[in-house]
């Protein structure tokens, strides 16, 4: 989980920040970011995680990575437990739709 959380956290920009959200999700904040940029960025950083082999347990394993995204814009959003709600829930279709993918919320 540590080199998977420095592998994301070099893709990431200097305004840009991520911390871990429960046991196997991050959360990253991207200010100023459209919903097509966030998309293609966060596609090219599923493609990097997939291409990586991680140690584990005496052997090697690969990482699918599954991404859930909310942006602000246009978006009635009343709290910031309503903005984390809609990330999840994008977060819980892309795992549904077989993971290694990224999914807007609605």
């Known amino acids: 989980l540590r080199r998977l959380a420095r ?5 990431l920009q200097e305004n840009e920040a ?3 959200f429960g046991p196997d999700r991050f959360l990253l904040l991207i200010p100023e970011i459209s919903a097509p940029e966030a998309q293609q960025r ?5 493609s ?4 990586q082999s991680f140690a584990h347990d005496g ?3 690969h990482v699918k990575l599954s991404v859930g995204f909310v942006t602000r814009p246009g978006r009635d959003v009343a709290s910031r437990e309503q903005f984390i709600t809609q990330a999840e829930t994008a977060l819980y279709r892309a795992r549904r739709r077989g993971g290694e993918q990224v999914v807007g919320a609605d």
């Open 7 to 11: 592998l994301v956290e070099g893709y």
């Open 59 to 61: 052997g090697e394993s």
């Open 48 to 51: 990097r995680v997939g291409q």
């Open 18 to 20: 991520m911390g871990l």
């Open 42 to 46: 966060l596609e090219r950083l599923i």
